[in-house]
């Protein structure tokens, strides 16, 4: 395509919005110890932070398919009266400060929580500062992504082949697993990419819910977080692996986003 | 064995007044100028297109009564349609598109993947069954959508504009082989077209919706 001519002035403007995201990074990338990396990656607590943080936010990232993608069906589908309400409670989360989203789960699982208190006196359970929380904490605030972009793939797909596929005699729940859900899977396999990667940079939820306990809770967001005041450049090459593991979920996503170029 | 409508159809603005019954063995063609509602009549026997009043009835069970709300919803009726646009799914390859209903109305795989190869074989295509929908002709695609609807083995089968998406070659084709198939079909068609060769060909009887 030929590229329409851009004013000098624009294009120094450009530049420097450019310059200002790209800058912060590239400084992490010159100043990590290289020359250690190897040696500090295969430190215990850089070890544990990362399994903890992989782990998490996998499980973080299935859960919130598994339930994100009907509740996407749901909002794209559903004729029912308060469902506009029922979505801007579902994204809330996106827009939320993280730690405002920690202070809620604590007010609802906590031990003196709404739910929570019920949980621990019936059955013993206590969810805050657990694995289990970093996972809740990483599905509050990961899963409206999934869900704002798969409902949209639903909105668009034809409904003419789920009408279709009624007619011949398949129940609602078929339709949905064997029409909608091969319909959607692009935006399913991006919605996925998208709340894995944000569940793996989940911070300010994460630590208020879940605390930051060296290999049990903390995470590779909360050692960075820690270690910045400790080890700088522990925390630099922490900072390292979770831009390497960004670019790399917007590089396999680059289809979906660069769409139209 | 018969279904009769006798009531207004309608969608979004557009409404009007039928009343009709066809018995096993008839086709009835449904003739008129675009906007006419042809296509709306076949959406609300399927059940896509709720009846705006009155009743449509199938072999004595009532499918729709919007005023005693009374309603079959799409996948209980023992109804099979082929659209004018098709629909075949495009991630299923023919078989799986063919064999899709009956294992919807619960026939095991086996059974279904059998029976939807000897339609496949009825309509000419026996060797079609791992293509896509996609990598098909005009021609081949419609008689995928007709194998699809007829190995329902429905009480009514309703065509909707069936020869309306092919060239003229595989439209030739297709005008034989539907009266072959029609002549075999137990149940009742309804078949949508605006022509009328279409009606002497295939028609016992003719509702026009001038």
């Known amino acids: 395509m030929k590229s329409q001519r ?102 609802a699982f906590g031990r003196q929580g709404i739910v929570g208190q019920y949980l621990y006196d019936w059955f013993n359970i206590s969810l805050p500062f657990t694995r289990t929380a970093v996972v809740m904490a990483q599905v509050f605030v990961a899963m409206p992504f999934l869900v704002l972009a798969v409902e949209a793939a639903f909105r668009q797909s034809d409904r ?102 | 064995m018969s279904i009769s409508l006798n009531g207004f159809v309608g969608r979004g603005d557009f409404e009007r007044s039928l009343d009709f019954t066809i018995a096993d063995g008839d086709v009835l063609a449904i003739t008129g100028p675009n906007g006419s509602g042809k296509s709306t009549v076949v959406h609300t026997i399927a059940g896509l297109i709720p009846l705006r009043s009155g009743s449509l009835e199938s072999d004595g069970a009532m499918w729709d009564a919007p005023d005693s709300q009374q309603w079959v919803a799409p996948e209980n009726r023992t109804c099979a349609v082929v659209f004018q646009d098709l629909r075949l799914f495009p991630h299923m390859n023919v078989i799986s598109n063919v064999a899709y209903g009956l294992r919807a109305r619960g026939v095991n795989k086996d059974e279904a993947i059998e029976r939807s190869k000897k339609m496949l074989t009825r309509v000419g295509l026996s060797s079609f069954d791992k293509r896509l929908p996609n990598d098909l002709s005009g ?53 949508v077209t605006h022509d009328l060769g279409d009606v002497e060909a295939m028609a016992t009887a003719n509702l026009s919706l001038n």
């Open chain 1, 6 to 107: 851009v004013s000098p002035a624009l294009k120094v403007v450009a530049l420097i919005a450019a310059i200002f995201v790209a800058l912060p990074l590239l400084s992490i990338v010159v100043r990590v110890p290289w020359s250690d990396l190897g040696n500090m990656l295969s430190q215990k607590s850089t070890r544990d932070a990362l399994w903890i943080s992989l782990q998490t936010s996998i499980i973080a990232a299935v859960i919130s398919c598994l339930f994100g993608v009907p509740l996407a069906w749901l909002l794209a589908r559903s004729a029912s009266r308060g469902l506009s309400a029922l979505r801007v409670v579902c994204i809330t989360p996106m827009v939320l400060p993280p730690v405002v989203g920690g202070i809620a789960l604590l007010t």
């Open chain 1, 160 to 261: 003419g082949l789920e009408d279709a596929a009624r007619t011949m005699g398949a129940s609602p729940s078929r339709v949905f697993f064997t029409i909608a859900i091969p319909a959607a899977r692009p935006a399913i396999v991006a919605g996925i990419a998208l709340a894995w990667a944000r569940s793996l940079g989940e911070f300010g939820a994460s630590i208020t819910f879940a605390g930051s306990f060296p290999g049990r809770t903390q995470t590779l967001p909360m050692a960075v977080y820690e270690l910045v005041s400790v080890d700088y450049r522990l925390s630099l090459v922490l900072s390292l692996v979770l831009i390497f593991i960004s670019v790399a979920v917007l590089a396999a996503m680059r289809d979906r986003w660069m769409a139209g170029r």
């Open chain 2, 139 to 191: 021609g081949e695609r419609q008689r995928v959508a007709l194998a699809r609807a007829l190995v329902l083995e429905p009480r009514v089968l309703l065509l909707d504009e069936p020869l309306s998406a092919v060239d003229s070659a595989s439209r030739a084709a297709l005008r034989e082989l539907l009266p072959e198939v029609l002549g075999s079909f137990a149940g009742a068609t309804i078949l």
